[in-house]
């Protein structure tokens, strides 16, 4: 559901967000993130970040950092962002973070960081690289929040507590030293957030889970088809309108996704007469998927490929965001007292 134009209050609100250039998206990101955004640059004014300088607390070797950077911004643009609508940019680019970040790091107690679930699930993961960085990571993403004043975070439920600490951080640099930064609050375009369900009928789609069960936007005709003719089936119901268990029910919803309403009514019908064929089910599906997922992958591909196009989008994309972080910057410095002429 779009909202409408006049409800919003005069002047355009501030949402942004960050993307960690690990790994390849897939259906999950797809359509719990990604399409948010594409849906949010025509409504607020949006920065779009790649966290590359984050990713430096998990993966300090940075031989596949380029790559990967290139892809999360292609595959971006290929779902529908738009570099000349949003300022799609990379953290690094924009040197005021760091000057955030540490103003922020000195609001920042070590009790509450070493509190943090993911310091915690990432301290276990990585017991011999615990580095101060992996620590005040909920420090850094608050400067990346607030170096644009932003209100809005388009983010799912893993870091609803890094937003509880930035609202912490913001209240008390607001507290000590003036109103400079609104509360950041999670927030997503319409209603729940879609889950994507995972293809062998347990938990969602997910980078580290089994990736057989998940599909890529990067995925070819032939993998995505070996994918769901994988999925999880039976013998089919015995008795008319029987309950769906989960997994039967995960192939209805992901046919939801991508394929067309008569489509899914047929299935759904032929479910509750039991004349259901799950093999002609999933034949359709994987049809309905290849035609959504292919036009993205050959998308991102051409983007991929095309380094000067790239380049020109993250130039611009620091622009707009130094430009917004420059006056942040500023009047956070007068704020503190660090103005001595
Ligand atoms: N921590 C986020 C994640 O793991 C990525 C991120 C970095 C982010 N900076 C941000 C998200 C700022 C929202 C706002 O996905």
């Given at each position: 559901?779009?909202?409408?134009?006049?409800?919003?209050?005069?002047?355009?609100?501030?949402?942004?967000?960050?993307?960690?250039?690990?790994?390849?998206?897939?259906?999950?990101?797809?359509?719990?993130?990604?399409?948010?955004?594409?849906?949010?640059?025509?409504?607020?004014?949006?920065?779009?970040?790649?966290?590359?300088?984050?990713?430096?607390?998990?993966?300090?070797?940075?031989?596949?950092?380029?790559?990967?950077?290139?892809?999360?911004?292609?595959?971006?643009?290929?779902?529908?962002?738009?570099?000349?609508?949003?300022?799609?940019?990379?953290?690094?680019?924009?040197?005021?973070?760091?000057?955030?970040?540490?103003?922020?790091?000195?609001?920042?107690?070590?009790?509450?960081?070493?509190?943090?679930?993911?310091?915690?699930?990432?301290?276990?993961?990585?017991?011999?690289?615990?580095?101060?960085?992996?620590?005040?990571?909920?420090?850094?993403?608050?400067?990346?929040?607030?170096?644009?004043?932003?209100?809005?975070?388009?983010?799912?439920?893993?870091?609803?507590?890094?937003?509880?600490?930035?609202?912490?951080?913001?209240?008390?640099?607001?507290?000590?030293?003036?109103?400079?930064?609104?509360?950041?609050?999670?927030?997503?375009?319409?209603?729940?957030?879609?889950?994507?369900?995972?293809?062998?009928?347990?938990?969602?789609?997910?980078?580290?889970?089994?990736?057989?069960?998940?599909?890529?936007?990067?995925?070819?005709?032939?993998?995505?088809?070996?994918?769901?003719?994988?999925?999880?089936?039976?013998?089919?119901?015995?008795?008319?309108?029987?309950?769906?268990?989960?997994?039967?029910?995960?192939i209805f919803l992901l046919m939801k996704l991508v394929s067309?309403?008569?489509?899914?009514?047929?299935?759904?019908?032929?479910?509750?007469?039991?004349?259901?064929?799950?093999?002609?089910?999933?034949?359709?599906?994987?049809?309905?998927?290849?035609?959504?997922?292919?036009?993205?992958?050959?998308?991102?591909?051409?983007?991929?490929?095309?380094?000067?196009?790239?380049?020109?989008?993250?130039?611009?994309?620091?622009?707009?965001?130094?430009?917004?972080?420059?006056?942040?910057?500023?009047?956070?410095?007068?704020?503190?007292?660090?103005?001595?002429?």
């Open positions: 559901m779009s909202r409408k134009k006049e409800t919003l209050p005069a002047g355009r609100q501030v949402v942004m967000s960050g993307i960690r250039p690990t790994g390849f998206l897939h259906l999950g990101n797809y359509f719990g993130a990604v399409r948010n955004y594409v849906r949010m640059q025509e409504e607020y004014e949006c920065y779009f970040m790649v966290a590359d300088l984050h990713s430096l607390t998990t993966h300090p070797d940075t031989k596949e950092l380029k790559e990967n950077v290139h892809r999360v911004l292609s595959e971006n643009i290929a779902c529908g962002l738009d570099p000349d609508k949003v300022a799609l940019y990379c953290q690094s680019h924009v040197h005021e973070t760091a000057e955030l970040y540490l103003y922020l790091n000195m609001l920042a107690y070590k009790g509450e960081l070493e509190k943090t679930s993911t310091f915690k699930d990432k301290a276990r993961q990585q017991p011999d690289n615990i580095n101060a960085g992996l620590l005040t990571y909920p420090v850094l993403q608050t400067a990346d929040i607030i170096l644009h004043r932003a209100k809005y975070v388009p983010v799912g439920k893993d870091q609803e507590q890094h937003l509880e600490m930035a609202r912490n951080f913001v209240n008390r640099f607001n507290h000590r030293y003036g109103e400079v930064f609104p509360e950041p609050v999670a927030f997503n375009f319409g209603e729940e957030l879609i889950k994507v369900p995972s293809l062998d009928g347990a938990g969602k789609m997910s980078k580290s889970e089994n990736q057989l069960a998940t599909l890529y936007l990067s995925d070819d005709d032939e993998q995505i088809t070996k994918k769901v003719m994988k999925a999880k089936t039976d013998a089919g119901p015995a008795m008319p309108k029987s309950p769906r268990p989960d997994y039967i029910e995960n067309d309403d008569a489509v899914v009514k047929k299935f759904d019908e032929d479910y509750n007469n039991c004349s259901i064929r799950y093999g002609d089910m999933k034949k359709q599906l994987a049809e309905d998927m290849i035609k959504f997922i292919t036009p993205i992958r050959e998308k991102t591909e051409a983007i991929r490929n095309n380094h000067q196009y790239l380049k020109a989008v993250m130039e611009k994309g620091a622009e707009k965001a130094r430009k917004s972080a420059r006056a942040t910057i500023e009047l956070a410095r007068q704020a503190m007292g660090l103005n001595y002429f």
